[in-house]
T-cell receptor, first 116, second 111 residues
């Protein structure tokens, strides 16, 4: 089981550019969530995808958008990059809640985005 | 008010010490609770789930107090390898399995 995989691992972009980050969920998981983690902070929820639709969204501007494909993999797109977008971007996969299962999230290794 | 609040630390303890972290959450509808461990510049990894009756995994003990909306993690006989940031995580299963993270508590175990 490959677990959650993200690409690329590191990325440097210039202000105003656009970036696409990719995530493949853990085998058997159909829900993908994206998080932004700034230095010294806990991960902040960006949005969640299930059945190829954005099901929930955190307090992030429309510059942050995403997509989920039929094979459950997902992309995070950020337009018009700002210096403040520099962070570790984490993808987490999980199963949807079913009954009393304590469903934990499994994280990819993250993409470290630096905006200069 | 943040959904999950933790003392950021750092907690600096000698090897062999016992250390406890606390976490409070604001949503009384929260239903699943976890502690994740995050090493520097790495992704968070599940340390343990937290059950209503409390649970233990080796040197680690987790407790949940729903009435006070409070979660704790106790680490006994600290090892150098326990040095990391510990994230308290709450899952709102009524809200499509959305996870809320605390900002983490940093632990430094010294020789």
């Amino acid at each position: 089981d490959a677990g959650v995989t993200q690409s690329p691992t590191h990325l440097i972009k210039t202000r105003g550019q656009q970036v696409t980050l990719r995530c493949s969920p853990k085998s058997g998981h159909d829900t993908v969530s994206w998080y932004q983690q700034a230095l010294g902070q806990g991960p902040q929820f960006i949005f969640q995808y299930y059945e190829e639709e954005e099901r929930q969204r955190g307090n992030f501007p429309d510059r942050f958008s995403g997509h989920q494909f039929p094979n459950y993999s997902s992309e995070l797109n950020v337009n018009a990059l700002l210096l403040g977008d520099s962070a570790l971007y984490l993808c987490a996969s999980s199963s949807p809640y079913r009954g009393s299962m304590n469903t934990e999230a499994f994280f990819g290794q993250g993409t470290r985005l630096t905006v200069v | 008010r943040k959904e999950v609040e933790q003392d950021p630390g750092p907690f600096n303890v000698p090897e062999g010490a016992t250390v406890a972290f606390n976490c409070t959450y604001s949503n009384s509808a929260s239903q699943s609770f976890f502690w994740y461990r995050q090493d520097c510049r790495k992704e968070p990894k599940l340390l343990m789930s937290v059950y209503s009756s409390g649970n233990e995994d080796g040197r680690f003990t987790a407790q949940l107090n729903r009435a006070s909306q409070y979660i704790s993690l106790l680490i006994r006989d600290s090892k150098l390898s326990d040095s990391a940031t510990y994230l308290c995580v709450v899952n709102d299963r009524e809200n499509f399995n959305k996870f809320y993270f605390g900002s983490g508590t940093k632990l430094n175990v010294k020789p």
